[in-house]
């Protein structure tokens, strides 16, 4: 009898209206559910950090023992005695906004003042915080705590896998290319099974400029990436500052000066959150991309999958399979199997079937006379290596979620203006000036994480429903519509599996663009897999995207982020400035989170 029943619905929920509203302040849940500020940038993280002063006069070294700005990906790692009231919260901090500073980014005599810059390089990377439920029930954070950590742009890391020591990673500043300074734009993310942390490294290409034009014209490394050509690096000038980002090739020092420096941002840093003192790892095996996240899916034989989006348009989807297996009963045996593994990148075919194709040097035509002269050469320009064997281009790749029982795979493809353009229509991307995105789904061969072979389908294309009429009654341009069962929503970025498979959706767009007007601010929405409903569960404030979301093991408490809030919040008074912030998320009935 059982086999026939009615499943349970997913969506437990009243939905929430758009919010259109220009003034609009505030994080919006469903009846029944409460929002609470819960770490917000400038709180403190470690037991001597200042009190966070509201006109941003912290200076740099307050700011190393604050919370960073800009909060994205994050991740509970729960104590195994206490598992649903006690864990450790790492978060990204993915970049710096103006208004780090008392009156924005300055420039003095055509340089950025050093304090300014080590602010904003100690304002990114990663915090660790130590966080329980008290006798009442309530989540707080844990002040002092060992654990409590903050990893910046200035944090020594080492390199591991194929690249540690290679000359490609070499600078005048390390010799030794085995240790590098620091994670920049830490964006999305993942975790491991061992208990570690997997921040990722996005648009590193932006901090970085060679203004040696001919090099920069030949040099792989830097062109297919977009490192700055000439000028100034396009988001915060260090290099006028710190010499470290100024990738122009300097003959007279050894290794070209800093010319390697943008090798070694890109990658995906291992980070144990349970051992302070530990040093966070780059895991080279993973290749190097504008890198949003590596997602695990684990098969029950102990063998990984992680996969990754490069988010840029036109840009791929990739999965890092690791040569070991995962083995819970020998955790010492777990902690180097990032090193060793091999790289795929995915082909989108029309029927509906799709391949992996291995980034292996020798094969598929990565060979020396096509520039990859060996496997660190395909790593560290995966971009070209992934043209070379044929992968699809797809539209910005960002986020990945895998199903908790079937790990089924989705994949957010969040926008891309160009297509039709720039990049051919195709199956997987089939709107030209694609303003809304859409999100895809694959199943891999045998359910097997390793497989070569899967097939996909479109899970949804966002944007308005047919039919739909903008504000001066004129019907929204078919390019514009979407295919969704439910509420609409445009540009989906974050995205994740409860354990019940709700699957929730975030999304990034720009709030004051025409095209978004009927959309309001951003959102995060849940998803049923199966019946394809989609259900608006909260709203931000004006001017934020809505990232990073994780939960307790039991589903009860939920985290995610606002981040770059334009208007005053948490404050919400129109007057205290912006803050990005972590906001806890629970029911008042103790309930499970959507359910
Ligand atoms: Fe930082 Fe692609 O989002
Ligand atoms: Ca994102
Ligand atoms: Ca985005
Ligand atoms: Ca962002």
């Not at 903008?470 to 354990?499: K, N, W, Y």
């Not at 004006?542 to 404050?571: F, K």
Request: proline share 7%.
């Amino acid at each position: 009898r059982e086999l026939f029943a009615q499943p349970a619905p997913l969506l437990g929920f009243a939905g929430v209206p758009v919010q259109t509203a220009a003034d609009f302040d505030r994080v919006l849940v469903p009846p029944g559910y409460r929002a609470q500020a819960f770490f917000s940038w400038g709180d403190a993280v470690l037991a001597d950090a200042p009190v966070w002063r509201s006109d941003a006069s912290d200076d740099w070294q307050a700011q190393l023992r604050q919370a960073g700005d800009n909060h994205d990906g994050m991740h509970f790692f729960p104590f195994a005695d206490a598992p649903h009231s006690h864990g450790l919260l790492a978060i990204n901090h993915e970049y710096v906004n103006p208004t780090l500073h008392p009156d924005g980014m300055t420039f003095e005599d055509g340089r950025r003042p050093l304090a300014e810059v080590k602010k904003e390089q100690a304002a990114h990377g990663v915090s660790v915080i130590e966080v329980r439920k008290d006798a009442a029930g309530h989540w707080q954070r844990v002040m002092p705590s060992r654990y409590n950590r903050r990893i910046s742009a200035l944090t020594p890391m080492a390199i591991g896998g194929p690249l540690a020591g290679h000359a490609l990673m070499k600078t005048a500043s390390d010799p030794s290319g085995r240790e590098v300074l620091g994670t920049l734009n830490n964006c999305a993310n993942g975790f491991t099974p061992w208990g570690t942390y997997l921040a990722c490294e996005e648009n590193w290409h932006h901090y970085f400029v060679n203004r040696d034009a001919a090099d920069h014209g030949q040099r792989v490394a830097h062109q297919r990436y977009g490192v700055g050509n000439g000028g100034r690096s396009k988001y915060y000038a260090w290099e006028t500052a710190d010499p470290r980002f100024d990738a122009t090739p300097d003959p007279r020092q050894p290794h070209g000066g800093q010319v390697n420096e943008p090798n070694r941002f890109g990658w995906v840093v291992e980070i144990d959150p349970f051992d302070p003192a530990s040093q966070p790892v780059k895991r080279t095996a993973f290749g190097r991309f504008s890198r949003e996240c590596a997602v695990l899916s684990l098969g029950a034989d102990g063998r990984m999958a992680f996969y990754s989006g490069d988010d840029a348009k036109g840009e791929y989807v990739y999965k890092f399979v690791p040569a070991g297996r995962f083995d819970a009963d020998n955790p010492q045996a777990n902690r180097d199997l990032l090193d060793e593994g091999t790289l795929y990148v995915a082909r989108f075919d029309a029927d509906g079937t799709g391949r992996w194709l291995a980034l292996l040097h020798g094969q598929n035509g990565l060979t020396a006379e096509h520039g990859f002269a060996s496997q660190a050469e395909v790593l560290v320009n995966a971009r070209a290596a992934a043209d070379r064997v044929g992968a699809t281009p797809m539209d910005r790749p960002e986020w990945i979620a895998v199903h908790p029982q079937s790990r089924e795979v989705y994949v957010t493809l969040t926008n891309n203006d160009e297509r039709g353009e720039t990049q051919p229509l195709d199956a997987a991307n089939p709107r030209p000036h694609n303003l809304h995105g859409q999100i895809l789904r694959w199943n891999e061969k045998d359910g097997d994480p390793t497989a070569s072979e899967f097939r996909w389908e479109l899970f949804l294309l966002a944007g308005e429903p047919p039919g739909a009429k903008d504000p001066d009654g004129q019907a929204v341009a078919e390019h514009l519509t979407g295919s969704i069962r439910g509420d609409i929503f445009s540009s989906p970025d974050g995205l994740a599996f409860d354990g019940a498979g709700r699957l929730w959706i975030q999304t990034d767009y720009d709030d004051a663009e025409s095209a978004m007007q009927a959309m309001g601010c951003n959102q995060l929405l849940c998803a049923d897999p199966l019946s394809r409903e989609v259900r608006r569960f909260l709203v931000g404030p004006r001017g934020c995207e809505i990232t990073g979301i994780t939960w307790s093991p039991d589903y009860r408490a939920m985290w995610i982020n606002v981040q770059h809030p334009a208007l005053s919040y948490p404050a919400s008074d129109g007057q205290t400035r912006a803050r990005s912030t972590t906001v806890l998320v629970t029911r008042d009935d103790g309930g499970v989170i959507g359910a």
